[in-house]
């Protein structure tokens, strides 16, 4: 017993710090627990939440989990600032410190961008393409599980047995067994392989939907550009994450089986891993952001009430931003030693990606030309990246140019870098996307004025905190430092940014009072069509019922329900009582969260080499296999009636 | 959702597993995901293609370790179950169960001697104390070709269970569906031991 208890909480995670999220986590629990059973909700919880397959509920849970990991990522960047506010501090320690910055990547991609992504995935794109649901609903509740027991399980690693502490990108040696032991990097292992499991699959899933799921009469061309965007980043998904599985499968065996893939006495090349890595890593990269272009692209052609300028333009360099991305990725390490010829090669290769981003921020321009341009919070997010993006893509160009990288390459420019891009174009965007929708899909619109406040504050906090790291990366101060001393100058400049990642906070405070203050007093959204929007999902009620479409579309152009609205045709979402047919829809099944779970019990038992309950695991996982291979009962059949109800409280029946 | 396609395709050939729209469907995402598992081994063959020449301090190099006559054996009971899982698919197209269950059980078998032949190699290695602990080359070897014979044991569990479906439901739109992605996936298993036997065992006897 006291084996176990020394192997769960090993001296450095007893740290005070670590012990009050211990007890926050517990009361926390504690609290949620209360409540449940306090007013019998464990049943709807149940029935309605943890077992659904709706494309739209599984939405929701992504949402909340990303938000989630938003301010739990964001706890740990605000304690970096802290420590790195002042010189000679302290307050973290150098092993803490490290600990934090790996949990703030790791979570920033995996577990806050990526969810979120699916979240706007999962929100929009059935409806926008006019389906039921999207191709494989079962497929898509066990991806989201997949992520959710992931996530949890790389966030407890705080508390129980220790954090990986070797950066989001975990380069070997450094996370080979002799210079790391403890359990924190076989938590990042395993975390990002299950929850990577779960992306590839999601990649599969709209995929499909999208190639076989569109309403007659939509063409590819006749896409909305955001479901463009979103087949281009499935189509990566499923080409980037193999090279990620074997990367990180080759650290587990050498880790926890002794194998020899990084040990350089026995033959093995730490540069493997960091090849595969950004074979990867770079497309991954494009996998974060065309998503975000894509809900640009929607935003700023509803709030200019104009059609988007250049869509075939658009289209195109979209495919050629995906193609190239596959030929940069020696871009993360110009300076091991790959000589001039290669660096030189991946150097154009990155620098060419500029081309195909530039036009598509002149064809944003031009949509806005001319337009009947309004600004609620949407389309703010919209207009604050553009000219953040520029700056972000003209410091990679200065990075892609490798006699410049290797001035700049480790040094706070980079990080500036990084964040300008991912913060000023994935973040923006996807904020972007969620005040779109959010109407959609609760049925409310979030406060306009509380929404300024929090896009003022956080966008001003951005350019407070990144500008002064670029001039601290020309001041030579490196990344993944825990202190400094007085002299450099670095004083001040780091005081400001620690001032600017403050605001950012406080700006996601507002928002979250914002939340809560719109669920009660908010706009209701009884149109459903609040935006004067364009696509197809615009004409369905907010939030849609479950089977979205009680008759599906068929369209005729592009910006389907914006033409239909120029011709008076929006009375083509009404129905005749008598035409009703029924619907048959997946149900709810518990696979998917039981799953979750065993990949979870199996994860657990690897990271910390208990080595019945992996196989426990694994043996969950195969039986649920099965399972769920015998089960030929999946669908099921929503009457006629129930529909034609539904829909007459909607208000959408003739006469 | 069995919404059945056109009715004009209705009197053509269709196979049963592509007339139902649903079903197909699942074909599309199952090729998908072989696209992703083909990566995956990529992956792998560029890791051993590295690590073939890194034996370490003191061996075995790839010549040393390997056996041909127990690999041939291997590779003719893998590609005869890839023909024989051909017929069962051509049972299947004639609708006839007892030929599909037939050759189902008949690629089983084949699969379970390649799988108890590569283990029984694996075990002969071990013995010899040529472990995965020793080189990088050997970390590769056992895990590229370990890799492709847990996908072969994976694919033995799923046939069996196809077999049970198939004699409770004979051949409906889903079991028809669930044998052709099956045989997709034994094939792709068979196209990948292809690629192991020629760059690993062939080039490793020859270099
Ligand atoms: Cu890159």
Known sequence: MSSLLAQLFPPETTRGMELSADVLIVLTSAAIIYVLTRYHKWGHLWREWLTTVDHKKIGIMYLIAAITMLFRGGVDALLMRGQLAVPNNHFLGPLHYDEIFTTHGTIMIFFMSMPFIFAMFNLAIPLMIGARDVAFPRLNAISFWLFAFAAFMFNISFVVGGSPNAGWTSYPPLTELAFNPGVGQNYYLLAIQISGIGSIATGVNFLVTILKMRAPGMTLMRMPMFVWTSLVTSALILFA??????????????????????????????????????????????????????????????????????????????????????????????????????????????????????????????????????????????????????????????????????????????????????????????????????????????????????????????????????????????????????????????????????????????????????????????TGDPWDGRTLEWSLPSPPPAYNFARIPVVSDRDAWWEMKQHNQTNVVQLNPNDIQPIEMPKSSSIPFLMGLAFFVGGIGMVFEWWWVAILGALGVVALLIIGSFDYNDHEEIHAETIRHTEASLGRLQG | MNVPIEPELQNTQVPLEFTDQHESLKILGFWAFLATDFLLFSSLFAVYAVYQSRVGMSGPTPAQLFHLGPVLFETVALLTSSFTCGLAVYEMRHHRLKGTVIWLAVTILLGAAFVATEISEFLGDIALHDTWHHSAFLSAFFTLVGTHGSHVSFGIIWAITLIIQLLGRGLTTITTRKVYMFALYWHFLDIIWVFIFTVVYLSGKII
């Open chain 1, 241 to 526: 994450f193999p090279p990620l599985t074997v990367a990180l499968a080759m650290t587990m065996l050498d880790r926890l089986f002794g194998t020899d893939f990084f040990t350089i006495t026995h033959g093995g090349m730490p540069m493997m891993y960091v090849n595969l890595f950004w074979l990867f890593g770079h497309p991954e990269v494009y996998i974060l952001i065309l998503p975000s272009f894509g809900i640009f692209s929607e935003v700023v052609a509803t709030f200019s009430r104009k059609r988007l300028f250049g869509y075939s333009t658009m289209v195109w360099s979209v495919i050629t931003i995906t193609l190239l991305s596959y030929g940069t990725w020696v871009h993360h390490f110009f300076t091991m030693g790959a000589g001039p010829g290669v660096n030189v090669f991946f150097g154009i290769s990155t620098m060419l990606i500029a081309i195909p981003t530039g036009i598509k921020i002149f064809n944003w321009i031009f949509t806005m030309w001319g337009g009947r341009v309004r600004t609620p919070v949407a389309m703010l997010w919209a207009l604050a990246f553009i000219p953040t993006f520029v700056v972000g893509g003209a410091t990679g160009v200065m990075l892609g140019a490798v006699v410049g990288d290797y001035q700049f390459h480790n040094s706070y420019f980079l990080i500036a870098h990084f964040h300008n891009v991912l913060i000023g174009g994935t973040v923006f965007g996807l904020l972007a996307g969620m005040y779109y929708w959010w109407p959609k899909t609760f049925g409310f619109k979030l406060d306009e004025r509380q929404g300024r406040w929090f896009f003022w504050l956080f966008f001003i906090g951005f350019w407070i905190t990144f500008m002064p790291q670029y001039a601290l990366g020309f001041m030579g101060m490196t990344r993944r430092m825990y202190t400094y001393t007085t002299g450099y100058g670095w004083s001040l400049p780091n005081l400001v940014s620690t001032i600017g990642a403050f605001m950012m906070g406080a700006g996601f405070v507002v928002f979250v009072y914002s939340i809560v203050y719109s669920y009660k007093h908010g706009e209701r959204d009884l």
